[in-house]
């Protein structure tokens, strides 16, 4: 099983900030890897596919990058609904598919 | 528009039983594989199972290989999720998920809002 690793945890920032949000798999997921934003009472919504394909209707300013372990969800400046719970998902390797532990951005 | 609408959720003690379904609508439901996603409260996203568009291929997590069953009716764009045995730690909500493929779930491009299913004594 993959096991993908987010971090920071919590990550406290302003608005109009930039957030670097990281995810690491225990081994290559090649460019198989999506992240998701959940807020508080909501179910989780896709962003980003294969690593860097912006989902419809998701802003420019949610990038994605990386390849083989280690990748990168950044926003490049915080807007207030930003303020959620982002979580990272591979494909490459299945069943099971599996999801990061999370990173929540909150307003600091 | 897409939407997926779970319902049967409730209270059910330690070793019962419960069926959810996943009424779909606004795509070509036999078109793409689906998913069940469930989320402990206050915990983190877990993928429970999947299956393709036909039905003819599912797939289980672990945790829940042997007591969960989904299956579908494309004539009726609905999905469903058998669960016995059920444990405490299946408390969660589960969510039903649009794959992007038709054989396979890939990532989740559409969520419905979720049904909590709770077990307790």
């Known amino acids: 099983e993959v096991v993908l690793t987010q971090s920071p945890a919590t990550l406290s920032l302003s608005p109009g900030e930039r957030a670097t949000l990281s995810c690491r798999a225990s081994?290559?997921?090649?460019?198989?890897l999506a992240w998701y934003q959940q807020k508080p009472g909501q179910a989780p919504r896709l962003l980003i596919y294969d690593v860097s394909n912006r989902a419809t209707g998701i802003p420019a300013r949610f990038s994605g990058s990386g390849s083989g372990t280690d990748f990168t969800l950044t926003i490049s400046s915080l807007e207030p609904e930003d303020f959620a719970v982002y979580y990272c998902?591979?494909?490459?390797?299945?069943?099971?598919?599996?999801f990061g532990g999370g990173t929540k951005v909150e307003i600091k | 528009e897409v939407q997926l609408l779970e319902s049967g959720g409730g209270l059910v003690q330690p070793g019962g039983s419960l069926r959810l379904s996943c009424a779909a609508s606004g795509f070509t439901f036999s078109s793409y594989a689906m998913s069940w996603v469930r989320q402990a409260p206050g915990k983190g996203l877990e993928w429970v199972s999947a299956i393709s568009g036909s039905g003819g291929r599912t797939f289980y997590a672990d945790s829940v290989k042997g007591r969960f069953t989904i299956s579908r009716d494309n004539s009726k764009n609905t999905l469903y999720l058998q669960m016995k045995s059920l444990r405490v730690e299946d408390t969660a909500f589960y969510y039903c998920?649009?794959?992007?493929?038709?054989?396979?779930?890939?990532?989740?491009?559409?969520w419905g809002q979720g049904t909590l299913v709770t077990v307790s004594s």
């Open positions: 998902q591979q494909r490459f390797s299945w069943p099971p598919l599996t």
């Open positions: 081994q290559t997921v090649h460019s198989y």
């Open positions: 998920a649009k794959g992007a493929n038709p054989e396979h779930p890939y990532h989740f491009e559409d």
